[in-house]
C-alpha cells in the first residue's frame, strides 16, 4: 500500500463500548458486532499491521448514585473519556492510525483531544454527521453525545468532575461539518457566530460531493486529518440501525466517496465509527445476518448498518473501487 504523510502502515484499533452518552442501550455492542462481523480480517487484507487493543467498556466507570447537574452520567463520561485521550494519544505517538470504534459520539472527545495531544494546532477534523453536537447549554436531562464539540470547542466553561483532563482545544477553524441537517437553535447560532464551515444537505445537493471534497481538501491541505463519522449522517434508507435517525442524508454512494477521497489525500491520521446501535434495525429483514464477499476486504457480515460500518472502515482505510 502506499505510505500515508504522517503514520506509518499500522492501526491502533479500541472499542469505545459506550451508551451512556445517551438513552437507549446497544450502541456498547458495536464494537464485538463490528469485530464479529469481519473488520480485522478486511483490514489486513488492505495490507495494515493491527493492534487491536480491546474495548473501554462504559460499564466498568459506572458510578451509582450520583445526579449531574451538568449533563446524565457526566462524572462517568468524563472519566471514560479521558481513557479514550489517553489511548488515542498512545496510538498517535507511536505514527499508527489511530481507529475508534464506538460506541456513541460523546467517545469523541476523549479521541480527539488524544490527537490534539499529539498534533497539537495542526490537526484538523472533518465531523461527518446528521447533528453539529456542539450543544453547551447544561442541565440535568441533556445528553452528552449532542455535546462533546461544545466541550472541545471550549464553548462548555464549567469545571466538571470527571473532566479534569480536558485541558486542549479545538478551534473553530480547524473543523468542517458534512452532512448536518438536524441542529438546535443555538448550535446554528453558535455555528454562525464562529464562522465554522459546514457542508449540509442543500450545499452536498447544490455543488454535488465531488465539489464538496475538493474544498475540503484544499482548504486542510498538507494537514493531518481526523475523521469522525456518526452512522446517522447516512439517510435511513441506507442505515437504519442508530438511535436518532434523520431523512434526507447522504447516500451510501456519498459516503463512500467522502472516506475514499480522505484516505487518497493520505493526510488521515485517524477515525471515529460511532452511534451504530445493533438493537434497532428496524424490519425483521435488516436485523437477519448480511453475508457477502468484497473486492479487496474479503467476507463481511452483520446486520445492514454494521455490515456498512465495517465497508466505510475499509473505504477510509484505502478500499477502492478498481484500482
Not at 473486492?295 to 465497508?311: C, D, N, S
Amino acid at each position: 500500500m502506499n505510505s500515508w504523510k504522517f503514520i506509518r502502515n499500522s492501526i491502533g484499533l479500541f472499542g469505545s463500548a459506550v451508551h451512556e452518552g445517551q438513552t437507549k442501550t446497544g450502541t456498547e455492542l458495536a464494537p464485538r458486532a463490528l469485530r464479529e462481523g469481519g473488520l480485522i480480517s478486511a483490514l489486513y487484507n488492505l495490507g495494515w499491521e493491527i493492534n487491536d487493543m480491546g474495548d473501554i467498556q462504559g460499564k466498568n466507570y459506572r458510578i451509582n448514585n450520583v445526579k449531574s447537574k451538568f449533563f446524565k452520567n457526566s462524572q462517568q463520561l468524563g472519566i471514560i473519556n479521558g481513557e479514550i485521550s489517553k489511548r488515542a494519544f498512545d496510538i498517535a505517538s507511536k505514527q499508527k492510525f489511530m481507529l475508534n470504534i464506538g460506541g456513541d459520539h460523546s467517545v469523541a472527545c476523549g479521541s480527539i483531544h488524544g490527537l490534539l495531544e499529539h498534533y497539537g494546532d495542526e490537526l484538523r477534523v472533518v465531523w461527518v454527521d446528521a447533528h453539529a453536537d456542539c450543544n453547551y447549554q447544561l442541565d440535568s436531562n441533556r445528553n452528552y453525545h449532542g455535546m462533546p464539540l461544545g466541550h472541545l470547542y471550549g464553548a462548555i466553561t464549567e469545571q466538571i468532575k470527571g473532566f479534569e483532563w480536558l485541558r486542549h482545544r479545538l478551534d473553530t477553524k480547524n473543523i468542517i461539518y458534512v452532512g448536518i441537517r438536524d441542529i438546535d437553535p443555538m448550535e446554528r447560532e453558535f455555528i454562525k457566530d464562529n464562522k465554522i464551515v459546514y457542508y449540509g444537505m442543500d450545499e452536498i445537493i447544490e455543488l454535488g460531493i465531488g465539489q464538496v471534497m475538493t474544498r475540503i481538501l484544499k482548504q486542510f491541505e498538507g494537514k493531518p486529518i481526523h475523521v469522525s463519522f456518526d452512522v446517522d449522517s447516512i439517510d435511513p434508507e441506507f442505515a437504519h440501525g442508530t438511535g436518532t435517525l434523520v431523512d434526507g442524508g447522504i447516500t451510501s454512494r456519498e459516503v463512500h466517496y467522502i472516506l475514499r477521497k480522505l484516505a487518497a489525500s493520505r493526510q488521515l491520521v485517524g477515525m471515529d465509527l460511532v452511534e451504530i446501535n445493533p438493537q434497532l434495525e428496524k424490519t425483521p429483514e435488516l436485523r437477519e445476518e448480511f453475508f457477502g464477499d468484497f473486492q479487496q476486504i474479503g467476507r463481511i457480515q452483520g446486520t445492514q448498518t454494521v455490515a456498512l460500518g465495517i465497508e466505510l472502515i475499509a473505504s477510509a482505510l484505502g478500499r477502492t473501487l478498481v484500482l
